[in-house]
């Protein structure tokens, strides 16, 4: 069980964004406009929804890459020292 609150994380996001830059440009582009949405037991919960930018139905995660999501789970755990799940909304 994880004490990192979702502000905590919100806090060091950008240096998991970071990190995924250096390894692999692209992960970093699928992932760069995700919204933390959550953390809770060990699960951190992104959305990519905004209404802003585009209107309807534009939930594509079954087009992303299980490698990326992988790397951010990667880069997650050596920024907070623990490993999380990341499942998207």
């Keep these: 069980m994880s004490d990192l609150t ?6 060091r996001w950008n240096d998991v964004l970071d990190a995924v830059l250096d ?9 760069f406009d995700a919204r ?5 037991n ?7 929804a905004d209404v802003v930018k585009l209107g309807g139905d534009h939930n594509f995660s079954m ?3 299980p ?10 755990a050596h920024v907070f020292g623990q490993s999380f ?3 998207e909304v």
């Design 6 to 11: 979702i502000d905590a994380i919100k806090a």
């Design 23 to 31: 390894r692999d440009r692209i992960a970093w582009l699928a992932f």
């Design 36 to 40: 933390l949405v959550s953390v809770e």
């Design 42 to 48: 060990l699960v951190i919960t992104i959305s990519f």
């Design 63 to 65: 087009a992303r890459n």
């Design 67 to 76: 490698k990326h999501l992988a790397l951010l789970q990667e880069e997650i």
């Design 85 to 87: 799940e990341v499942h």
